[in-house]
């Protein structure tokens, strides 16, 4: 299994309150996303990092914010919560393209957060 | 901008038989790959198969098998002799394929996911 480890792994918050969830990588890849899944949506690309400090929107970005400053970590940010961002949460990682094996794509575990 | 669709919520199916997914994508892309992961109770997101789409023939990995037609953009993945442990959400998901060095070009591997279809095996 790929060294992929999300925190935290449940959480609960209230609304208007800051939240950030981590997503921490061993396998030392170069590309790192956050989705978001839902019922009837499947997955969602949220934010996206092609590299340290290069980060790009995805798909439903509105209300997130993410960092990268290291290869590892990957953080995914609500300024303020809200409670339409109630969902389960998935990071997921690739190498580059320049390894010609960018297609294959990690999960992590999840993390599931809810917004009262 | 990429759509998949997946057009059956809910399947069953008895242990040992075959079942059929559906999914369909829309694209104007000619490069590409298409994926097929599974979903357990777990959580946990797996990698089924693997289809490029310039390749013609049908990706196969052990019971699963595709069948992948790219004219009509439609992507099936068929289980055989199914098992109790095949019992998950399937997500069918689209990527385009990087281009390797060109400024800008590339893809990051991004997917874009169908609903999903959930997937019960009765004994």
């Known amino acids: ?116 | 901008a990429q759509t998949v669709t997946q057009s059956q919520p809910e399947m069953s199916v008895q242990e040992a038989e075959t079942v059929t997914l559906s999914c369909t994508y829309d694209t104007s892309e000619n490069n590409y790959y298409l994926f097929w992961y599974k979903q357990p109770p777990s959580r946990q997101m797996i990698l089924v198969i693997r289809q490029e789409a310039y390749k013609q023939q049908n990706a196969t990995e052990n019971r699963f098998s595709v069948n992948f037609q790219k004219a009509a953009k439609s992507f099936s993945l068929k289980i055989s002799d199914s098992q109790l442990g095949d019992t998950a959400m399937y997500f069918c998901a689209f990527m385009k394929h990087g281009v390797k060095g060109a400024a800008g070009g590339t893809s990051y591997g991004k997917l874009t996911f169908g609903q999903g279809t959930i997937l019960t095996v009765h004994p």
Not at chain 1, 24 to 38: G, I, L, S, V
Request: charged share 20%; glycine share 8%.
């Open chain 1, 1 to 116: 299994d790929a060294g992929i480890t999300q925190s935290p792994r449940h959480k609960v918050t209230e609304t208007g309150t800051p939240v950030t969830l981590r997503c921490h990588q061993t396998e030392n890849h170069r590309y790192m996303y956050w989705y978001r899944q839902d019922p009837g949506h499947g997955l969602r690309l949220i934010h996206y990092s092609y590299g340290v400090k290069d980060t790009d929107k995805g798909e439903v970005s509105d209300g997130y914010s993410v960092s990268r400053s290291k290869t590892e970590d990957f953080l995914l940010t609500l300024e303020s919560a809200t409670s339409s961002q109630t969902s389960v949460y998935f990071c997921a990682i690739s190498d580059s393209a320049w390894s010609g094996r960018y297609y294959e794509q990690y999960f992590g575990p999840g993390t599931r957060l809810t917004v009262t």
